[in-house]
């Protein structure tokens, strides 16, 4: 059973940084796509961040050069490093994982390629 869990989350005065982790168990998830989504109350779920097996990232276009999405294979963990935060990135920001590769998923900023959840994170950015 895949299992993804969260944690980092926090408040932060605006400017601050933050670092979220998601440690996933399941081996059919470890070669897949990873990503970082987030939601605010009366909001879609929206997409953040992408990060392939092989390493290629993907950013939403108002975090581009602020976060950084990594992961660490051999410890099956993605983290989601958050710099210069600003009010409007609060929000509950989850882990998602796709047993497919970059070449077999639909597309990576679509929640609905993703099979896995985490439980969410919530993230507080007070100005």
């Known amino acids: 059973q895949v299992q993804l869990v969260e944690s980092g989350g926090g408040l932060v005065q605006a400017g601050g940084s933050l670092r979220l982790s998601c440690v996933i168990s399941?081996?059919?998830?470890?070669?897949?796509?990873m990503g970082w989504f987030r939601q605010t109350p009366g909001k879609e779920r929206e997409f953040v961040a992408a990060?392939?097996?092989?390493?290629?990232?993907y950013y939403e276009d108002l975090v581009r050069g602020r976060f950084t999405i990594s992961r660490d294979n051999a410890k099956n963990t993605v983290y989601l490093q958050m710099n210069s935060l600003k009010p409007e990135d609060t929000a509950v920001y989850y882990c998602?994982?796709?047993?497919?590769?970059?070449?077999?998923?639909?597309?990576?900023?679509?929640?609905?390629?993703?099979?896995?959840w985490g439980q969410g994170t919530q993230v507080t950015v007070s100005s």
């Open positions: 399941g081996s059919t998830v470890s070669s897949g796509v």
């Open positions: 990060s392939t097996w092989s390493g290629l990232k």
């Open positions: 998602a994982a796709s047993p497919r590769t970059f070449y077999q998923i639909r597309s990576l900023y679509a929640v609905s390629s993703y099979d896995y």
